[in-house]
């Protein structure tokens, strides 16, 4: 739960979310939601691994490479992967630091700082 629920909403379009910082699911179910209601969902592509993005500023659209070698060119680029999906902890001073560290990408159902965290 890194920010609250209304920074991953379209302002316009209200949701009956149950918490200021809403589980993945309720995310999902919102982003279903979105992708439905504007009839997107023929036009996405979902579960790949981009390897490559660039924007052609003369014919104003994305050039999409995939993992898979698949190439598209497209006039809106959605990054839904979240920042923190991969693990990058911070190489200077590891050998040191003597507290507990954690990152958020190897959190399955539940956070060492779940017991202080309000849902």
């Known amino acids: 739960m890194d920010v609250p629920t209304s920074l991953y909403?379209?302002?316009f379009i209200p949701y009956p979310f149950r918490k200021?910082?809403?589980?993945?699911?309720?995310l999902l179910a919102y982003t279903n939601h979105i992708i439905?209601?504007?009839?997107l969902r023929r036009h996405?592509?979902?579960?790949?691994t981009v390897t490559k993005?660039?924007?052609?500023?003369?014919a104003f659209l994305w050039d999409?490479?995939?993992e898979s070698g698949e190439r598209y060119r497209a006039r809106f680029v959605i990054d839904?992967?979240?920042c923190w999906r991969t693990?990058?902890?911070?190489?200077?001073?590891r050998e040191s630091f003597r507290g507990p560290m954690f990152h958020s990408g190897h959190w399955i159902t539940r956070s060492p700082m779940k017991e202080n965290a309000s849902e």
């Open 44 to 48: 996405a592509r979902t579960n790949q």
């Open 80 to 82: 839904t992967s979240g």
């Open 36 to 39: 439905d209601r504007f009839g």
């Open 64 to 66: 999409v490479e995939t």
């Open 53 to 58: 993005v660039a924007f052609d500023e003369r």
């Open 9 to 11: 909403c379209i302002s």
């Open 87 to 93: 693990r990058t902890l911070q190489d200077q001073g």
């Open 20 to 26: 200021s910082f809403s589980p993945q699911s309720e």
